[in-house]
């Protein structure tokens, strides 16, 4: 089982409303948004095949979660996750460690952590250097958009 992370890369001019309202039910609804997704839920292949346009995804590592969640992570009220928060009212203990691993091995999925007041999604900056590609062609083709596996940890590297 993989978690995807999964970041919105264009803005909102000439979108199709399905693409649209695909990008809304993700949490991506604006530039540079990034959210986390398990590969097992059901239909996610095919709502990010229809986003392929505007969005990419790959498997995160658990360094890079960790980092995302520290340095990303907001709870409401925007102030940042802490690993005193996540034991008070997720109770683990092991702080932001604990949750990461819980994540990666799919028993708990970030989406449903909302009803902790932990927001489902992190605004990231664009990436420092740039993007190494166009950002209107898919990685296979020397581009951006699209799947691109485990490389997703450098340009999330890169955002944070």
Do not use: C
């Not at 340095?71 to 997720?90: I, S, W």
């Not at 990461?100 to 932990?118: Q, T």
């Amino acid at each position: 089982m993989a978690l995807y992370a999964v970041i919105r890369l264009r803005g909102t001019a000439d979108v199709h409303p399905d693409v649209e309202k695909t990008l809304y039910l993700l949490r991506l609804r604006r530039k540079y948004a990034a959210s986390l997704y398990h590969d097992s839920l059901p239909g996610i292949v095919s709502m990010l095949r229809k986003v392929q346009d505007w969005a990419t995804w790959g498997e995160i590592d658990r360094e890079t979660l960790i980092k995302l969640l520290y340095t990303r992570g907001r709870v409401l009220g925007d102030r940042p996750l802490t690993d005193q928060y996540v034991a008070e009212k997720l109770d683990l203990y092991g702080g932001i460690p604990e949750l990461a691993d819980k994540l990666l091995s799919g028993e708990l999925y970030f989406h449903k952590l909302d009803k902790y007041g932990i927001k489902p999604f992190f605004r990231l900056h664009p990436p420092r250097g740039g993007f190494k590609n166009t950002i209107k062609r898919h990685y296979t083709n020397s581009g951006e958009l699209g799947y691109r596996g485990s490389t997703i940890n450098e340009l999330i590297i890169k955002m944070l």
